[in-house]
């Protein structure tokens, strides 16, 4: 997601976590400092994702959606997810899409890995697990490549997030209610954009599957809102 779309709304509350949190920047950002107890991790980060990364389109409930539906389409599949690994990459995967840790000219993705890399650090996260994690925050946007089952699994996640009814949902609460930008024929144009790039990008078994349900609710939607709206012209301010 990029431009308008990738706007995300930066609170007090993420201002005084990267206040208190984030350390001076070095090759690696300086993670948000989460509190480590024994086996506590899952805690901390879920704790982290709730209170500070909240977004109607890439929040809290985006990455537990993520992480239930990554789970879902593997245990269809008969594939068996390292679910330490799974947890913290879903959780933490869109991260970077938050201005306060994003980086100018780097891809949210590959800023919420590294990011994320540093956060896990600083916990009882078994170690020997954090490259897998930042590889599936890595690859998870639809138009990458992931490895390996974690990966694969959370990419195939995330990209049907954008269709169906979910995708729908996501993309309307980005709208501006105050009329500016993003507008709803702005966002009629994402959702066009999404139904040409997505399908095909889906690579599980289950997840090709479940792509061509979502696809054609979405196909459904936007038929239906062109034949409503005089092709789209009364959705235009």
Known sequence: MTGYCRRAIAGPTLAALLVAFLQAATLLMAAPAVAATPSGWRVSIDRFARSDLRHPAWGYAHSVRNYQLAKALAASDAVTLDD?????????????????????????????????????????????????????????????????????????????????????????????????????????????????????????????????????????????LRRETGEFELLKD
Do not use: C
């Open 84 to 224: 330490d690994v799974l947890y913290a990459a879903a959780m933490l995967h869109d991260m970077a899409a938050f201005p306060a840790i994003a980086k100018e000219g780097v891809d949210h993705a590959d800023q919420g890995a590294l990011t994320a890399t540093a956060m896990l650090r600083q916990t009882d996260f078994p170690q020997a697990k954090i490259e897998a994690v930042q590889a599936a925050i890595r690859t998870h946007m639809f138009d990458r490549k992931p490895v390996g089952p974690e990966a694969t699994y959370l990419h195939d996640a995330d990209a049907l997030e954008w269709l169906g009814q979910i995708g729908v949902v996501r993309v309307i609460a980005l709208i501006d209610p105050a009329g500016g930008q993003p507008n709803t024929m702005a966002m009629v144009g994402f959702l066009q954009d999404r139904l040409a790039k997505v399908p095909g990008k889906v690579l599980s078994p289950a997840g090709k599957a479940m792509e061509t349900v979502r696809k054609a609710e979405l196909e459904r939607f936007l038929a239906g």
